[in-house]
């Protein structure tokens, strides 16, 4: 080959690889925050007197993930309190007879004492509008400085000013802090997930989670699994955490339906991997959902 057409052709390799470098999302943006999960989420214990109805766990300072214990209701749902420096977002009320504004007041109260504030407006929206998800409602709608979101689609598309549903993508600024919000419907009409820009982590309600993926509307799921494929695809999610565990460490088993105490939970965080394989196995069904038992969670449709 000639020195000419060397020349010709590094040149072409490094303008490639400028434009592959424009195109890369990440180099501009401020590292993730850190933070960490828990080595077990167990929530379970024979001793319901003197097990605490929510557990804590500090992600970060500002990123609180909180398990209802297996004791108040065996659906053990997470919810999550998330800081900005001018609201926090509560996601999920939990389940059954708990008293969650409680806590919330308490958690609340320690960032303002941290933070030497005065006041902290919360929001309180939801993963979806399930009766193990939206328990807690009531409790907060006279609490001061308090918006709960409404539970159905019309509302939740109206409060993070989502353009087309579920097509657009809402935003919620708790000030330092945005979150996305996507709409995911097929588990139920009004599902949502919700990305945090400074953790990189994604919520994904009851649709993806290492448990049973139950799947109210096939179609509107594939579409759904496939937005969030391609929302990870394009940004950086350290984690993405669902609202409940099933699933036992041992593969390809769950825990059965109504199960209080699973000593041997599967971890909560999912990752790509597990997603994209959910993504494929859906579109290889193409319409025709059966329930799959998978490696991590099992794909079930209802009637
Ligand atoms: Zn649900
Ligand atoms: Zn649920």
């Not at 969650?100 to 958690?107: E, G, H, P, R």
């Amino acid at each position: 080959m000639t020195s000419t057409r060397w020349n010709r052709r590094i040149q072409i390799v490094l303008i490639a690889a400028g434009l592959a470098a424009c195109r890369t999302p990440h180099l501009q943006e401020p590292p993730l925050e850190t933070g960490r999960l828990a080595e077990s989420w167990y929530a379970g214990g024979a001793d319901c007197a003197r097990t605490p109805q929510f557990r804590i766990h500090e992600y970060n300072h500002e990123f609180l993930i909180i398990r209802q214990a297996a004791c108040t209701n065996f659906e053990k749902p997470f919810l999550y309190l998330i800081f900005g420096h001018d609201r926090a977002l509560l996601f999920d009320t939990g389940a059954g007879k708990v008293d969650v504004a409680s806590l919330v007041d308490s958690l609340i109260y320690q960032w303002l004492v941290r933070h030497d504030g005065a006041v902290m407006p919360l929001v309180v929206a939801h993963s979806h509008a399930h009766g193990d998800h939206v328990a807690g409602d009531s409790q907060f709608v006279h609490r001061p400085n308090t918006v709960v979101v409404g539970r159905d689609t019309g509302a939740v598309r109206a409060f993070f000013n989502i353009g087309r549903w579920p097509a657009d993508t809402g935003i919620i600024d708790l000030g330092g802090r945005v979150l996305d919000v996507l709409p995911i419907p097929g588990h139920q009409p009004a599902s949502i997930a919700l990305y945090d820009r400074r953790t990189g982590i994604l919520l994904t309600g009851d649709t993806f989670y290492p448990g049973r993926l139950y799947v109210r509307d096939t179609a509107a799921f594939a579409v759904s699994i496939d937005r969030l494929m391609k929302f990870v695809s394009r940004h950086r999610v350290a984690h993405m955490l669902g609202a409940h565990v099933e699933n036992k460490r041992t593969p390809f088993q769950d825990y059965p339906v109504g199960t209080v105490d699973q000593p041997d939970e599967h971890d909560l965080d999912l990752g790509r991997a597990q997603l994209f394989e959910l993504d494929s196995v859906v579109r290889g069904m193409r319409g025709r959902m059966s329930r799959t038992v998978m490696k991590d969670f099992t794909i079930w449709p209802l009637p």
